[in-house]
């Protein structure tokens, strides 16, 4: 089974790592970014000039793109080139009306479609640690998932095409949430005088504790902003998750407040910097 992955940037380039790695089979890969496709090739996947190419090739193909335009492009121009046998892996944070269209229209060809967007950053890319959400048809699911497996190993199903992209919007919304609280609260902390190491330990001890805060205090704390989530794209995700309260009716006062925080971050020009840069817009308030 031939693999093609298209979408090298910063996750994808590490998962695509893993598959080239793992996979007996060849791995063919395509980015707008010719120097990553290039690196890939060295690292012994087999560099494509074109998505249309990864397509002529591949049985499985993953793509791994920053916005809903964006997979919609990639499917739209590899269309006429999907059939019978043929297996697509959207692993992109989009909107998932969005992604329910795209495999809407990638079935009509007789290809099988699921969305598989990830949880946690860098790190698990690199180390093949990565959460998956998927969403499409139980037996498109037990085709996805061995091929998922070299990448992540927290796999699951959350229903139809689209809901693994619920499932992301929701887990990252908590996130951000998470974190704001974080933000605010080391924040007030630091300017009544306690460290960052006395809070982070001091939080560890009650109900407080988080994984936000036992991952990022050094990083705060050292004032390493060094990207491996953006900014921007989780100020995209919450963007996409005030579409879908929206859409329900519901209200979710703080996701908003969390947004206007990312809204300003994007104002301020940190967009590219690691999402936790967010610490000093709240600090900075």
């Not at 395509?30 to 990864?54: M, P, R, T």
């Not at 916005?67 to 297996?87: C, D, F, M, Q």
């Not at 990207?227 to 929206?246: P, R, V, Y």
Request: glycine share 10%; hydrophobic share 40%.
């Amino acid at each position: 089974m031939k693999i093609g992955f298209i979408g090298l940037g910063i996750m994808g380039e590490s998962m695509s790592e893993n598959i080239v790695k793992k996979h007996d089979d060849k791995v063919y890969v395509s980015d707008l970014n010719k120097a990553q496709v290039n690196k890939l090739s060295e690292a012994g996947a087999i560099g494509c000039e074109s998505n249309i190419d990864v397509a002529k090739n591949a049985d499985v193909i993953i793509t791994m793109v920053p916005k809903s335009e964006h997979s919609r492009a990639v499917y739209t121009e590899l269309l006429p080139y999907l059939g019978e046998g043929k297996l697509c892996i959207d692993m992109s944070t989009i909107d998932p009306e969005v992604s329910v269209e795209i495999s809407k229209l990638v079935k009509e060809t007789g290809a099988e479609f699921v969305d598989a967007p990830v949880v946690k950053s860098k790190p698990a890319a690199i180390s093949g640690t990565l959460g998956i959400y998927v969403g499409g048809t139980e037996e498109a699911f037990k085709k996805a998932e061995p091929i998922l497996s070299y990448m992540g190993n927290n796999i699951i199903r959350m229903g139809a095409n689209g809901m693994g992209l619920v499932m992301k919007i929701c887990h990252n919304t908590l996130v951000a949430e998470i974190q704001n609280g974080v933000n605010e609260t080391l924040a007030l902390a630091r300017k009544m005088g306690i460290s960052v190491d006395d809070f982070a330990t001091a939080i560890s001890y009650g109900g407080g504790q988080n994984f936000y805060l036992d991952g990022q205090a050094q990083n705060i704390k050292n004032e390493n902003w060094t990207t491996a989530f953006s900014l921007e794209n989780m100020h995209k995700d919450l963007g996409i998750c005030q579409t879908l309260s929206k859409s329900v009716g519901f209200p979710m006062p703080g996701m908003e407040n969390a947004k206007r925080v990312y809204d300003k971050g994007m104002s301020d020009g940190i967009g590219k910097e690691d999402f936790r840069a967010t610490y000093k817009v709240v600090e900075n308030a």
